[in-house]
Structures are given as C-alpha cells and as structure tokens.
Antibody, heavy 122, light 112 residues
Framework: QVQLVESGGGVVQPGRSLTLSCVAS????????MHWVRQAPGKGLEWVSV????????YYADSVKGRFTISRDNIKNTLYLQMNSLRADDTAVYYC???????????????WGQGSLLTVSS | QSVLTQPPSVSGAPGQRVTISCTGS?????????VHWYQQLPGTAPKLLIY???NRPSGVPDRFSGSKSGTSASLAITGLQAEDEADYYC????????????FGGGTKLTVL
C-alpha cells in the first residue's frame, strides 16, 4: 500500500533554514508528481508546492516563492522541501502528498503522509 | 480568504442528507476545471473523497457524491453517520492566479 513518511520537522528560529523529507513506498514514485501542502494550527489546507514526476517542472505558492525549494530523488524515492528564511507564519503541519495522475496541475491528490510539524519561534 | 468559498459549518442528524457547497468563479470552477473533495477526520491527514467532480476512489462509500454546475460544486452525504463528523475541503485550479492548487476554506460537519 502507498506510504508517505515525512520527517525533519521541529522548532526553528525565525530566519533559519530547515529541510523536510518524505520517503515514499508502495507505488512507482518516479511516475507521479508530488506535492507539499501545509496546515497551520486550527486552520485550513494551504498548498505549498508541486514537482513533476521527473523534477523538470516545479510550482510554488506566492507565500513561499523564493524561500522554499522542492526537489526529489527518484532513486531514493524521496521528496524534499528546503525552507529558507523561515517566518512565524510558516508554522504548520507539512504534508507530503501524491498526485492522482501524471498531470500535476490541475489534478487531485490521492495519498497524504501523516504530516510533519514545523514550529518557527524564537 | 480562499477563491473557493465553503460554508464554515453544516450539521445534520444521523441518517439525514447534507450538502456542502463550494462556490468559485469563472476563472476556476466556472472555467471547467475539475473539483476534488477531501475529508479530514480529527487529528488525521486529509483523505481523497471525490475526484474529477463526481468520481469516488475505491473504498469510499457511495453515500458520498459530488456534482458541479456553473461556478459551483457540491458534496452530498446521505445516510449521515457519526463517523462522518470531520472537516471537508474542496480543491480546484484557478487560471487567474499564480496558484496552481486552490483549496476551499473548509467546512466542519457536525453530526447531531
């Protein structure tokens, strides 16, 4: 079965950097686009970024553009989110998620990880 | 403030039918882009409930159904059960924004 396991969250000071990882299993990782979606405490879902199956296309939400970088390693079946210049409003649970089909946008997200909590605080 | 508007909350008694609306505009739902729905049970990750406006993934009960008309979409839940109490989110794409995935603000369903 599809499994997405995020790691790398924690408490970080404003202005610092952190990288989230997501190890995928149970499907052919290199055939699907992958997303990062976040959810601030008590708030709704906010899309962060998406990467195509081969890494050639990457898109970002305006709120993270220029600060966050999405990448993937199809040999290690791992998705990454490098986050720089972190701010308090980046505090959220970050979900790694799989695109339903080969088309990353527009399209549905069919599997989600359990999430990794990032807290940005001094 | 999302470009897809959902009611903050809806409620219904066990066995009843409830609907959750997702209102967009001519640059998203009205432009023909598909709408997808997710269920998020308390303390858990979201789960795909409906994709492509009205398709259910394997394992999703047929009590859940989706529809789309004009600039809006709806999620209907029939035979409401206690375990349906959750947050529900619609999702689509907006051609006027530099945001490639847009979610509605979410709707809290309370089973009375």
């Amino acid at each position: 079965q599809v499994q997405l396991v995020e790691s790398g969250g924690g408490v970080v000071q404003p202005g610092r950097s952190l990288t989230l990882s997501c190890v995928a299993s149970g499907f052919s990782f290199s055939n699907y686009g992958m997303h990062w979606v976040r959810q601030a405490p008590g708030k709704g879902l906010e899309w962060v970024s998406v990467i195509s199956h081969d890494g050639s296309n990457k898109y970002y939400a305006d709120s993270v553009k220029g600060r966050f970088t999405i990448s993937r390693d199809n040999i290690k079946n791992t998705l990454y989110l490098q986050m720089n210049s972190l701010r308090a409003d980046d505090t959220a649970v970050y979900y790694c998620a799989k695109s339903l089909g080969i088309v990353i946008v527009p399209g549905a997200i069919d599997y989600w990880g359990q999430g990794s909590l990032l807290t940005v605080s001094s | 403030q999302s470009v897809l508007t959902q009611p903050p909350s809806v409620s219904g008694a066990p066995g009843q039918r409830v609907t959750i609306s997702c209102t967009g505009s001519s640059s998203n739902i009205g432009a023909g882009y598909d709408v997808h729905w997710y269920q998020q049970l308390p303390g858990t990750a979201p789960k795909l409930l409906i994709y492509g406006n009205n398709n259910r993934p394997s394992g999703v009960p047929d009590r859940f159904s989706g529809s789309k008309s004009g600039t809006s979409a709806s999620l209907a839940i029939t035979g409401l059960q206690a375990e349906d109490e959750a947050d529900y989110y619609c999702q689509s794409y907006d051609s006027s924004l530099s945001v490639y995935v847009v979610f509605g603000g979410g709707t809290k369903l309370t089973v009375l």
